[in-house]
């Protein structure tokens, strides 16, 4: 299974070698741990990093959480898991909504606690979040968003044609396995919306997005301290590294799962140490 994984240097180690005026003593295989990009989806994307002489190093992701559940979507395909990559597109899609949400609430300085407040009405609700990132959609661009759920998907093997709707209901709710085709068509109208999304919003909302970066990551923090106050402990903070996140932040060009997927592949052809291929 292909699993991606995270390597840091020891800072604690690091220091003492450069006190002394060496090199830092291990080498990065040293130190890794094991699908660490799968871990970091709970909920304060933290990880946990012990060196050999067991100074611990806790890493905090920057990415949000939608960008890890898209490329764990993308590690499902190179899996053959359909299934597991068209749940992780949905949930994906769902936590794009939260994060829309977020930063135009952001955007008119509503605090966090107000959000939060706010967003107990509405979480675990799906249709509820997607009402609200319409109606917030419309309020901040004027226009209606593009509802991929009426999308047509094709089955040539059963030559059916079904809606992205009756789709994600039969694979969520009816255990349907979805084939590859079914999924990668799923998968490029998620990608797709999320990309155009995020393009209008550095343009109306980029303030906003990296306020929301800086409040999580502070959050993150404090709760990292809470969790080892008897500790000593190095906090890192792990920025980038996502295939998805890096498209959406550099090309503007129309992109494709085929071709997220060769970016994926290339990557674990060219950083074989960031990836666990057992
Ligand atoms: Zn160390």
């Known amino acids: 299974?292909?699993?991606?994984?995270?390597?840091?240097?020891?800072?604690?180690?690091?220091?003492?070698?450069?006190?002394?005026?060496?090199?830092?003593?291990?080498?990065?295989?040293?130190?890794?741990?094991?699908?660490?990009?799968?871990?970091?989806?709970?909920?304060?994307?933290?990880?946990?990093?012990?060196?050999?002489?067991?100074h611990i190093t806790v890493g905090i992701h920057q990415n949000f959480q939608y960008e890890f559940l898209l490329d764990m979507a993308l590690e499902d395909l190179l899996n053959c898991n359909f299934r597991g990559a068209f749940f992780n597109f949905a949930s994906a899609e769902e936590r794009f909504f939260e994060?829309?949400?977020?930063?135009?609430?952001?955007?008119?300085?509503?605090?966090?606690?107000?959000?939060?407040?706010?967003?107990?009405?509405?979480?675990?609700?799906?249709?509820?979040?997607?009402?609200?990132?319409?109606?917030?959609?419309?309020?901040e661009f004027g226009i209606s968003p593009i509802d991929i759920s009426r999308k047509?998907?094709?089955?040539?093997?059963?030559?059916?044609k079904y809606t992205v709707k009756e789709l994600r209901n039969k694979v969520i709710h009816q255990g349907y396995k979805p084939t590859e085709k079914e999924a990668k068509d799923y998968g490029n109208?998620?990608?797709?919306?999320?990309r155009n999304i995020v393009a209008k919003l550095k343009d109306s909302a980029d303030s906003a997005i990296i306020k929301m970066t800086h409040k999580k990551l502070k959050l993150r923090t404090e709760e990292v301290n809470k969790l080892y106050k008897n500790q000593r402990v190095n906090i890192a903070t792990i920025c980038g590294g996502g295939i998805c996140s890096n498209l959406f932040a550099s090309k503007p060009q129309e992109i494709s799962i085929d071709k997220l997927l060769e970016e994926m592949k290339k990557d674990i052809e060219n950083n074989k140490r960031h990836y666990n291929l057992d």
């Open 1 to 54: 299974m292909l699993h991606r994984q995270i390597f840091e240097w020891c800072p604690t180690c690091q220091d003492e070698a450069s006190k002394k005026e060496e090199m830092p003593p291990y080498q990065y295989e040293q130190i890794k741990r094991k699908s660490l990009w799968n871990n970091a989806t709970d909920e304060f994307q933290v990880e946990e990093f012990k060196c050999p002489k067991g």
């Open 99 to 139: 994060f829309f949400i977020e930063v135009i609430c952001i955007k008119h300085n509503i605090s966090l606690e107000a959000f939060d407040e706010t967003w107990k009405i509405i979480g675990n609700l799906s249709e509820r979040q997607y009402g609200a990132f319409s109606f917030l959609y419309l309020l």
């Open 152 to 160: 047509q998907i094709e089955n040539k093997r059963k030559n059916k």
């Open 189 to 194: 109208a998620v990608i797709s919306n999320i």
